[in-house]
Antibody, heavy 119, light 111 residues
Framework: EVQLVESGGGLVQPGGSLRLSCAAS????????MNWVRQAPGKGLEWVSY???????YYADFVRGRFTISRDNAKNSLYLQLNSLRDEDTGVYYC?????????????WGQGTLVTVSS | QSALTQPASVSGSPGQSITISCTGT?????????VSWYQQHPGKAPKLMIY???NRPSGVSNRFSGSKSGNTASLTISGLQAEDEADYYC???????????FGTGTKVTVL
């Protein structure tokens, strides 16, 4: 059974940093691309970042050098380093597997971890 | 990269069919057959319902179908059921500076 479990969220002040983690199991993590998607309270889904199995990386325009995606295949883990956090970065952050069949096929999602940016 | 445009809400009675539109541009929806749809119940993670415009993952009811014409993709739910009441989001691959873009989301209400 495929499982994705996010952790690392919490309350942080504006300008602060957090590192989110996503522990993967039930599939060959090293072979699959992964994404981070976020959702502000009461708002819609917003794609954040993507990393392929070979290390190709893409970010949403709003990231603007503040966030860094990475992976550790030995630990079956995905990460998102959040720096220079702003109020508008508040929300639930989901990791999602990219199925590998074409594009835009996020077939498994974690339960999310809540990031709250507030003074 | 602007979000794809969806109607804020769509409603229907049990047994009816409804269609949700997702309008993008010639750089995303219109350029590729890489459109997916996600269902999200309150407090839950999104669930993939349709990928590659019209393909259903294993386990998804055949009451859900997808299509595309030009820059607009559509999700149709036939035989509407109470359990279909949820938020729905489209997503497209894009050749813009990013990779993916989501729609604004549609709340489906079963009357």
């Amino acid at each position: 059974e495929v499982q994705l479990v996010e952790s690392g969220g919490g309350l942080v002040q504006p300008g602060g940093s957090l590192r989110l983690s996503c522990a993967a199991s039930g599939f060959t993590f090293s072979s699959d691309s992964m994404n981070w998607v976020r959702q502000a309270p009461g708002k819609g889904l917003e794609w954040v970042s993507y990393i392929s199995s070979s290390g190709s990386i893409y970010y949403a325009d709003f990231v603007r050098g503040r966030f860094t995606i990475s992976r550790d295949n030995a630990k079956n883990s995905l990460y998102l380093q959040l720096n220079s956090l702003r109020d508008e970065d508040t929300g639930v952050y989901y990791c999602a597997r990219d199925s590998g069949s074409g594009w835009s096929n996020l077939d498994y999602w974690g339960q999310g971890t809540l990031v709250t940016v507030s003074s | 990269q602007s979000a794809l445009t969806q109607p804020a809400s769509v409603s229907g009675s049990p047994g009816q069919s409804i269609t949700i539109s997702c309008t993008g541009t010639s750089s995303d929806v219109g350029a590729y057959n890489y459109v997916s749809w996600y269902q999200q119940h309150p407090g839950k993670a999104p669930k993939l319902m349709i990928y590659d415009v019209s393909n259903r993952p294993s386990g998804v009811s055949n009451r859900f179908s997808g299509s595309k014409s030009g820059n607009t993709a559509s999700l149709t739910i036939s035989g509407l059921q109470a359990e279909d009441e949820a938020d729905y989001y489209c997503n497209s691959y894009t050749r813009g500076s990013t990779l993916y873009v989501f729609g604004t989301g549609t709340k489906v209400t079963v009357l």
